[in-house]
């Protein structure tokens, strides 16, 4: 039961945190893409914003099936 | 070239995740896919050709690292053969993308698509229909665990020693020499730059040049399009090309579906990913070519060669949206044989489990 609700907690975290992440990126879309056309060392900025969302909203996704029950079968070779 | 985005409407964000969605599931299941159906789609929705590439890599390598973790928890990558296939890989794909600059000097825009729709058949028809005959001949085969013998080639391989360039790889269970394993990540890079889905040639190279089992080189291809999807997006970010928020919406349905791709491989036997992989191909294939009468008749070929005269407008219209269609349709195909394969896989473990309890 306990772990239940850490994974309900854990997936609820997340979600909040990716969708304030699109949030973000679509409120100053325009000052993002005004960097990203810069070029130069400004490709740090939407490859940094690939990888916090890859971080962020790829761990939600993946609890989010964990909740819906839809697991894993087993470990296939090691 | 001057940068611009497009606006962004909700149709086209709903579209670009569900396609998202789909191509992560082929990807988590088969190692690639959805790039080729993703670049023709933002291409019709106004953005430029060198754009729709860059958003499309810039949203592959997040979801090509995600699927790779995920996939190393069921222990299915070889992270050292892909970091060696990988960095190859990325210097095919610099070489690919001189070669395609090239020819669009020499031939034109026309010439260009001929030459990518020319080397998607070939490879396509070569390639591809020996995966899907493989994957019949397991199937009729009636092999418990599903996994095909290792290729004469693979056995060769394995065998040749030469002092110096030997490397363990724990997917293969043998030492191989990487002047093999430099030449398949060359042509995967080469490939990624021309067509955009290096696995329709990396995957198989793997499974019977080196091999590798179709699951571990499936997965470890998730490697490979980490490295290139990140060496490609630098590149392109560097000269501005990348529009982050189409590629970020991409990547919103593409991680539900690379979470799911890379859970059904968990149910399913070694040659269901050769089924996915040589259905999809032999589609593409299709698609493809109905292109090159197209290209052929743009470029006079028809008439020069075989006296045929030129296509209409219509005709020519017909055949660019049959073969997209097609394309969404292979997709779609694709999607579908994971999905069963997954419901049932499920299912069965579920029922044996029941019984077991």
Not at chain 1, 46 to 75: E, N, Q, R, Y
Not at chain 2, 172 to 178: E, F, H, N, P
Not at chain 2, 244 to 272: C, H, P
Request: aromatic fraction near 12%; include cysteine.
């Amino acid at each position: 039961m306990e772990s239940k609700r850490n994974a309900v907690f854990m997936t609820v975290l997340l979600g909040v945190m990716s969708a304030t992440c699109y949030y973000l990126l679509y409120h100053f879309n325009e000052q993002i893409l005004e960097w990203s056309k810069q070029g130069g060392w400004y490709f740090m900025v939407p490859v940094s914003i690939a990888f916090l969302f890859s971080i962020v909203h790829g761990g939600f996704t993946g609890h989010f099936w964990d909740l819906l029950g839809v697991k894993a079968k087993t470990t296939k070779k090691s | 070239m001057e940068i611009s985005f497009i606006n962004l409407e909700l149709s086209n964000v709903l579209f670009l995740f569900f396609v998202g969605f789909v191509g992560g599931l082929v990807s988590g299941f088969i190692g690639s896919g959805g790039a080729f159906v993703l670049t023709p789609a933002m291409m019709s929705m106004g953005v430029p050709a060198i754009m729709a590439v860059a958003s499309n890599m810039c949203h592959k390598f997040p979801k090509a690292l995600i699927g790779s973790m995920k996939r190393a928890k069921y222990g299915q990558v070889d992270v050292k053969l892909g970091i060696v296939l990988g960095i190859s890989a990325e210097a095919g794909v610099l070489y690919g993308a001189t070669i395609q600059t090239q020819i669009k000097e020499t031939f034109g825009d026309v010439g260009s698509n001929l030459y990518v729709s020319m080397v998607f058949v070939v490879v396509l028809a070569v390639v591809g229909g020996y995966v899907l005959r493989d994957a019949i001949k397991i199937y009729k085969s009636g092999s418990t665990d599903g996994t095909a013998k290792t290729t004469k080639l693979a056995l060769w391989v394995q065998s040749v020693n030469i002092p110096g360039t030997m490397m363990y790889f724990p997917s293969i269970g043998a030492k191989v020499s990487v002047l093999f394993t430099i030449p398949i990540g060359f042509l995967t890079g080469m490939l990624a730059a021309t067509i955009a889905v290096g696995g329709f040639i990396g995957v198989p190279a793997m499974m019977y040049v080196l091999g590798v089992p179709a699951l571990m080189a499936s997965a470890t291809e998730l490697v490979i399009a980490f490295i290139m999807g990140m060496g490609g997006t630098i590149k392109y970010a560097i000269a501005g090309y990348v529009d982050i928020r189409l590629a970020m919406v991409i990547l919103a349905g593409s991680l539900f579906g690379i979470q799911l791709g890379a859970i059904g491989t968990t149910y399913v036997k070694d040659y269901t990913v050769k089924i996915v992989m040589g259905v999809i191909m032999m589609l593409v294939l299709v698609s493809r070519g109905l292109m090159v009468p197209v290209y052929l008749s743009k470029m006079g070929y028809l008439e020069e060669w075989w006296g045929m005269g030129t296509l209409s407008e219509n005709t020519i219209q017909f055949l660019d949206k049959t073969s997209y269609v097609m394309l969404i349709f292979a997709l779609g195909v694709g999607a579908v044989i994971i999905l069963y394969a997954l419901i049932s896989g499920y299912m069965k473990h579920n029922k044996e489990q029941a019984a077991a309890n």
